[in-house]
């Protein structure tokens, strides 16, 4: 075994303390929320995050106090999803204070671009680092729910943030494409490895061209609980507020 230096060692005991800090204070700034639930996919254009906000718009509906939290690296939409553009306030502790809309208060790597058109191209660290900073920085208050829409894959990215973030669960989306299916599959398992609950399988774009019945076939054959199918409709088109907030049908779907 090779044995380390004292100056290495010193180094190496010094990155685990500022490692501990840093997840304390993230414990700390979460400590008034009682749930953390990921949204995640195992490819991109899923509806992953149309999922997750309308979970948030539905959750805030029914009176609970929510947050979304869009860690989406690579393409952070959750703020053109709720169609909410207002950035964060500065409070008096220095603490950043989301944006509320549809009764969801807010809070997005988006709000850290310059423009909505630029590619973010980070690699694991500063993901980490970016990460971390928006969770110590970001005053929630007390929530019942923090939805978080994920980066999709099995990639550096959504692990990284698997890893800082200490969720109470995940819900995966897929569409009825084989693909679609295959890649909800390695999402699942990769969750499953980290020792972290699934609490079920949405179907989205269910019907017509798309076909069906993925969602409940991946369900049962990983003993998860199948949450439901949402098939297309014109009405989702509308993009003013979530789908959900729409009209009591939908509601009650």
Request: glycine content about 8%; proline content about 4%; aromatic content about 6%.
């Amino acid at each position: 075994m090779t044995q380390q230096n004292p100056a290495q060692a010193r180094a190496r005991i010094e990155a685990m303390k500022r490692q501990f800090e840093q997840k304390r204070q993230i414990d700390e700034a979460l400590s008034g929320i009682k749930n953390k639930i990921g949204v995640y996919s195992g490819k991109g254009g899923v509806g992953k995050t149309t999922i997750a906000v309308n979970l948030a718009a539905t959750l805030a509906n029914d009176g609970a106090r929510v947050g979304i939290l869009d860690v989406d690296v690579d393409c952070p939409n959750v703020v053109r999803a709720i169609n909410s553009f207002d950035q964060p306030m500065v409070g008096e502790d220095k603490k950043m204070i989301p944006p509320e809309k549809f009764g969801v208060k807010l809070m997005s790597m988006a709000f850290f671009q310059e423009n909505e058109d630029e590619a973010i191209i980070w690699r694991g660290p500063m993901i980490h680092n970016a990460i971390n900073q928006m969770l110590q920085s970001t005053d929630w208050g007390d929530l019942d729910y923090l939805i978080v829409d994920l980066p999709p894959g099995t990639s550096d990215a959504p692990l990284t943030i698997m890893q800082v973030l200490t969720m109470d669960g995940f819900i995966v989306v897929t569409t009825p494409q084989e693909l679609a299916k295959v890649d909800a599959k390695r999402s699942i398992n990769m969750v499953r490895k980290l020792q972290v609950n699934v609490l079920g399988v949405v179907e989205n774009m269910s019907g017509g061209v798309f076909g069906e019945g993925a969602g409940k076939e991946i369900a049962d054959e990983l003993d998860l609980d199948f949450l439901g199918a949402i098939g297309l409709r014109s009405e989702y088109q509308d993009t003013s507020k979530p789908t959900s907030l729409l009209s009591n049908d939908v509601l009650n779907e």
